[in-house]
């Protein structure tokens, strides 16, 4: 099974960057479509980013595009979320997901793998 592990979060003032990590611990990586999830606290975790396996097509959710990017290097079995233009709602714990199948990949149910989250707060 696929172990995945997110890094790269801290605290932020509103407006400025930060790149999100996930590294997986399978070499057949490259074979797995790769979302970013995140949860606020009380809230329900919510669909942010996500790249499909079969043709690397990414999606995001309406509250993010323009602003983050998910990429991924095969090489180092590792996903990407570069978020810029932060702002104080996109304080959340976030999560990298894995699935073994190009569908449903904004769906969080439809996921087979996750990581422990990383904490992420924008300041006003």
């Known amino acids: 099974q696929v172990q995945l592990v997110e890094s790269g979060g801290g605290l932020v003032q509103a407006g400025g960057s930060l790149r999100l990590s996930c590294a997986a611990s399978?070499?057949?990586?490259?074979?797995?479509?790769m979302g970013w999830f995140r949860q606020a606290p009380g809230k329900e975790r919510e669909f942010v980013a996500a790249?499909?396996?079969?043709?690397?097509?990414?999606y995001y959710a309406d509250s993010v595009k323009g602003r983050f990017t998910i990429s991924r290097d095969n090489a180092k079995n590792t996903v990407y979320l570069q978020m810029n233009s932060l702002k104080p709602e996109d304080t959340a714990v976030y999560y990298c997901?894995?699935?073994?199948?190009?569908?449903?990949?904004?769906?969080?149910?439809?996921?087979?793998?996750w990581g422990q989250g990383t904490q992420v707060t924008v300041s006003s």
């Open positions: 790249m499909r396996w079969s043709d690397s097509n990414t």
């Open positions: 997901a894995a699935k073994s199948d190009p569908w449903r990949i904004a769906t969080m149910t439809a996921y087979d793998y």
């Open positions: 399978r070499r057949t990586f490259s074979r797995y479509s």
